[in-house]
């Protein structure tokens, strides 16, 4: 990525750590590439720009999701098919978006980077923290 941040839109707070460093790794990436986005939708990059970014989201939402779906089956997590619907409801999103945006039929916009921004916050602090206390109390 070679595009200079101006003004990032996902700010990463020690509040967001689980205590799981691969997962907390995988939370930054995740913020670093929305702030990508964000700063591409702002300096109003050319299509293909955008469009390699939004590809990179949706692939690294995925892997990630993958992640924690493969940590909670190892461990029969009681909570995992309410996690995986949360994750499989995202998903959908992206790659509706994405689709929408390759068929040049929606823009990119600044709502959708806090959008990104506000769920990822939201599902951090709220299942993801929960399941990794599920697993560090094991
Ligand atoms: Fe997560
Ligand atoms: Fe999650």
Redesign the pocket.
Known sequence: MTLTLTKPIAYWHSDYETGNLQVDQEHQELFEIVNVLHDAVVTKQDFDTTYEILNRLASHTVEH?QT?EALMLSVNYPDYER?KQT?DHLVNKVSHLLKKFRDRDTAITTDITQFLTEWLSH?IKG??QK?IRFFQNK
Do not use: L, S
Request: aromatic fraction near 12%.
């Open positions: 999701f924690e996690h994750h599902h299942e993801d399941m």
